[in-house]
């Protein structure tokens, strides 16, 4: 059995053309606070990132802010930054990623642009080599994530997905159940989730 502690959400630090993304990034943020987990993030506090954030602190929930130096004043305000109870400020992107893997027991995707692909993209990766066994989300609000899926379907017609198995996310509509679906499939994969960090570092 898996324990999950911690919830890692990438998604888009701008809101997107419709309102229901945020709305999803406030019940994520305020689901995992409500299960007693620690939400962590990229630190911003604009956006669909902010709208999580703001979602876990309302409902009392802890919250991690990894963010880069150079990003402190694109995607966060210093003010906004002082409500989060631990923030890690990273050297660069690949500092900021790992720190990401290593503080969080499972992985979200919700609705974002091409930092959240490459985020998620990367982190199944890492899946796929065997480096971890963390569950992968991808929260599918309004169909974002249909052309994405289709793709990875694709790839693994064309046969370039050879160890499928270890690539296998969550597809959940509905933001209120995705943590629930990550406590039941952690609850019933008893592969270990850490990485193998000398792999990872590698990489």
């Given at each position: 059995m898996n324990t999950i502690r911690s919830v890692c959400v990438y998604c888009g630090s701008s809101l997107g053309k419709s309102e229901v993304y945020q709305k999803a990034g406030l019940t994520l943020g305020r689901s995992i606070a409500e299960a007693g987990l620690r939400l962590v993030y990229g630190g911003g506090t604009k956006g669909i990132m902010g709208a999580v954030a703001e979602g876990a602190l309302r409902a009392g929930g802890k919250v991690t802010g990894i963010i880069p130096r150079f990003l402190l004043n694109r995607e966060a305000t210093e003010?906004?930054?002082?409500?989060?109870?631990?923030?890690?400020?990273?050297?660069?992107?690949h500092e900021r990623k790992h720190k990401m893997f290593e503080q969080s027991d499972a992985f979200?995707?919700?609705?974002?642009?091409?930092?959240?692909?490459?985020?998620?993209?990367?982190?199944?990766?890492?899946?796929?080599?065997?480096?971890?066994?963390?569950?992968?989300?991808?929260?599918?609000?309004?169909?974002?994530?249909?052309?994405?899926?289709?793709?990875?379907?694709?790839?693994?017609?064309?046969?370039?997905?050879?160890?499928?198995?270890?690539?296998?996310?969550?597809?959940?509509?509905?933001?209120?159940?995705?943590?629930?679906?990550?406590?039941?499939?952690?609850?019933?994969?008893?592969?270990?989730?850490?990485?193998?960090?000398?792999?990872?570092?590698?990489?």
């Open positions: 003010a906004a930054l002082g409500n989060l109870d631990d923030l890690i400020v990273t050297e660069n992107m979200v995707a919700l609705p974002g642009g091409i930092g959240t692909v490459e985020e998620i993209v990367e982190i199944m990766t890492w899946a796929q080599l065997g480096h971890h066994r963390k569950p992968i989300v991808f929260a599918n609000v309004n169909g974002f994530w249909d052309p994405m899926l289709r793709l990875m379907d694709h790839m693994r017609a064309e046969g370039f997905i050879h160890t499928g198995h270890l690539v296998a996310p969550l597809v959940v509509e509905r933001p209120e159940a995705i943590v629930s679906a990550i406590l039941v499939g952690a609850s019933s994969d008893g592969a270990p989730t850490e990485g193998v960090q000398a792999l990872i570092e590698k990489m």
